[in-house]
């Protein structure tokens, strides 16, 4: 079978896996106050160009959007996000959780534009509605779809407007700062953002995220935050020893590369073919609408997707690729599709 | 420098790091509906002899306790736990932070009585007080000591008596079923309680504690629950993988055997040596007192907690032997403390 | 100065404040365990024929919402509402506040329809998502229309078919069940729903909203809920006396028609001026659009809330009649808006 | 019946009726923002010296502690009380329903001390706790002890050293304010503390608790959470007019001295009786021991609290005084405590 399910279907990059076997029987004090933690910081630190920030390395993105959120604003303050965004539909309401409401803005590329915060601000007048204060963004988004340098500075300019906090979700922004689209550098999601993600978790690593908080007044005592919601992990130095072997040669953008190239190989094979894509995506999330007749046949021969019914005749399914994705399974799927639709 | 700071220092048992690394690159569905996790969870219910049980796998052991806790109670109900029990004092409040108490009753050894469950109850008199409803032990405690049969089974029927749950932080449940003083098998923890932790963190395993449910009542919907609180593994097939190993053969006893080794020979030896113990532990977590010229030089020599001073003169100091432990680095550590206070 | 500003601009109706006095220096147990509170329930009970119910008297609608929603609901459940709902706007994320998500669907005129609720559970699939489980509707709603019997049957049905709890918000309950389109009665109310408010504070009391429960699962520990939202008057008995006042002679209904009956020939009369309205309410909220040149000179002889901008030209504005509104006041604004626009 | 169950068992004091009655049909904006509710706060500004503070006006005292202290605190920062205090035992967790654990400090008389503090402070070392962030004390304390100045002054300094947070509940403020031991004035406690609320409900008014805030930082924002919590009065000016009432001509202090010189009569004769006193209470809270046969017969003519049994033969009562006891009360009680001991 082939595998275009998710870009979490593997384990760890071998050189990721190599440097855990390596340091497995190091000792080291627990709960993230390590050396080695402590080295995978300072790199990150290094290549963002920003030596004041702080960075948490935390397990799961969700565990990381649901605690940087709600260590960041009081218990009135509320979240504009976009209606497809990560935290708006599947995180099972987790920042609902910890008590603060989303402001869902309609989108249709996932995208938030200025007008949304525009419109999410100017609707909250008073103390009998929640008080806007942070925008959260995903780069990429959930379709695929990416962020433009000049777009980011837009929101920032609008959230300094408002006063509103400025939040990345990172969880794919490798993806994102490595496609053939994209105009920006992790340094530019540095000086625009208050604070962002790292994913690792769909880039290359066993699990991880690291949370990246520039803004002064947002870092205190968020290990306090960290360990209240059980996410200290007591072998703290596996995060710093996954994140040292991801930013010690820019492996982290290296592996990104590949999963982006092997999505394009994979998007203009499927338009050569003649099929249709319901998302014009930058990274390696591809949308496309299968005849039902193809769905039936290759579902049997390739893991993927089947997202509904895109009309009575044809599926929308997803394929994505990983940073494991070998050009051989991209070069087989297109050849599936070609022949299953003769 | 030796170390006998904790049982979560090292990376993984070799068995464990092993199967990581031979599943690496296989292709699983993510967030634990994988077919190793389904394995590891059949290991689990056969092992404990209840087929009908429900085995959750969750990365900390704060995250267990306070997934698990808020998952059973209503907004209004209450824990009973002892003030040394890890939810009173050591994970920043995450039982509060889901909106419930934690009724803490004082106890030197870490141990909960029926007498504090009875006290606890009975001063909880109508709505103006929050409900008791859940039952919070930890076995072993975190003092190192250990519940019996008759203990457990009394705990039983006063929580029978006043409707209350039944839940066991098992963070170190293969270390106190293990050791000498023992006279339960996990067969049971399973029968006696209404759900319960399987610590693997500080037994073997790089991150992990299953969390095992026998009350049908408390069920349902709980990957909700794991989901909103960001515990959801989306690799989750690296738990199933872990847990596989641990109880495949029983490793995950033999392991902990062997720390209660460990723990035996450094307990014995200290008291050979005149030092005095601060409590009687049955596991391996050793309080000791320690004059303040020994503990000044050997904490150069030797990584271990110091508690806080014991009195003037001595400070009270914590060693922990782990799965790792080899039996070299005890015998050392004694001839340290042989030499230092001669 | 005129006054339709809203519904809750006096203070209580004389019999309700003559009880008050009456009973001012009588000595009752507090926290509402007192007779006159016992008599109110049972009243209430009587009246909507379900002696079996539970009836709680709470002092706010914010608090009512929150409170009996967060003891229905299990952490990650959520509530499906309109957009324009009480609860999805004008509570300060009351609801989120307690951890639950809203499901905001989309309406234009306030009515919840079970096309919306379908779509709303089809799309939640599995535990990355929230799990719906409570309809919240208000009737009257926020712009003043109603439902109908067979509309509130349909979604009962839609309910049952989802495993949904059916709430209703109650706080101009009185102006829907006496407006001319109704075909209900409070007894249907009951019936149908599994829990619902009856709102005093904008029908004739001080202070106050009657939260009924039907749905005898819903029912266990009201109280301990209440109590910990701080919602539990130490003088109890005021609300008792109140309801009891409002439920005597069916003072509550009285009252409503009387502010009905202004509505109706505030509204007639202002489509006989020719004037339009924004929407077609059945009670006392009345949006109509008003040329800017009226708004200017209106708005000194006469308060009212100027919602928003209409277009360029009008502004819409919001005229709410009351208990206490006295048909010459209607009559004056009527000649004014005549006057004015002339 | 005689009654000395509590201080809220009657309605309000005739001049906060008169001046409800009076402005009953005034017609006034919501929420608060009137006029009247206006002047009350401007009152209290006056007569605590502090024009720069903060007033609100709240309807019960749990909810009064738990949106201040909710509202002062980020997530993970706890309260230091003691294990007698109003928050920790008879508000139904309402603290810990906000997410934020109390620190509870063993005391036999309600006080706090510094010693108290410094060793709740010591204990909580790091992130793997909760951070102490607030001290609650009540004024008087619920055994009816009352704090100094130099006491009061002490905590301070106390709080200062440790970045701390002083917030004092005074539910019963007048009563400490008012009685024979007391060496403060309402200026001092509003010097000395951050914020203290000033009870109402115990002290003549139908409900209503004032929240002062003095420290500028704890201000920002507080209707928010007061509206998010239900506590936001649709007629808000009912808390205005009340406590424009109170703080008109001291009517406040003047009722609590009453209330105050009743309990000194009881005190004394009860001890002249040859009673035993449980505490040595400054106000209006007088805890006895009653032999059993004296209760039996007391208990069928006056309605008082029957604590708990003292011990075999004789049982500990509460009698409570207040605003509304006539003097003629308090003599028929001695005179039955006389009568039936013989």
Not at 106 to 119: N, P
Not at 240 to 268: C, P, R, S, W
Not at 280 to 297: A, E, G
């Amino acid at each position: 079978m082939l595998y275009f399910m998710n870009d979490y279907s593997e384990g760890a990059h071998e050189k990721v896996l190599n440097a855990l076997a390596k340091t497995n029987m190091e000792q080291h004090v627990g709960y993230g106050v390590d050396d080695i933690t402590y080295e995978a910081a300072q790199l990150i630190k290094n290549r963002i160009n920003k030596p004041d920030s702080d960075v948490h390395f935390l397990v799961t993105g969700t565990q990381t959007n649901a605690i940087a959120i709600a260590h960041f604003l009081r218990p009135y303050e509320a979240v504009i996000a976009t209606d497809l965004g990560h935290i708006s539909v599947h995180e099972t309401g987790a920042i609902e959780a910890t008590g603060h409401k989303i402001i869902e803005m309609e989108s249709k590329d996932g995208l938030l534009t200025t007008e949304m915060i525009d419109a999410a601000v100017s609707k909250h007048a008073d103390e009998h509605w929640v008080l806007p204060k942070l925008v959260y963004l995903s780069n990429a988004t959930e379709t695929g779809t990416i962020y433009t340098k000049s777009m980011l500075e837009d929101i920032r300019k609008t959230c300094d407007k408002y006063g509103l906090y400025l939040y990345l979700d990172g969880a794919r922004l490798a993806n994102a700062l490595t496609c053939k689209d994209n105009d920006m550098t992790i340094e530019d999601i540095a000086d625009i953002t208050d604070a962002f993600s790292i994913g690792g978790t769909k880039n290359g690593i066993l699990f991880g995220e690291a949370l990246v908080i520039t803004n002064s007044q947002l870092k205190g005592n968020m290990r306090f935050s960290i360990k209240q919601r059980g996410a200290l992990l007591a072998k703290g130095r596996l995060l710093g020893v996954q994140f040292k072997a991801l930013f010690e040669d820019d492996l982290y953008f290296e592996i990104a590369k590949h999963t982006n190239e092997m999505a394009t190989i994979l998007k203009n094979g499927i338009l050569e073919l003649g099929y249709e894509l319901v998302t014009n995506p930058s990274t390696n999330l591809i949308f496309t609408v299968l005849p039902n007749s193809v769905h039936r046949k290759l579902s049997k021969l390739c893991y993927y997707e089947a997202e509904h019914p895109f009309d009575e005749n044809n599926m929308e399914a997803r394929f994505v690729t990983s940073w494991a994705t070998p050009k051989e399974d991209v070069l087989e799927l297109l050849r599936l599709l070609k022949e299953l639709n003769e």
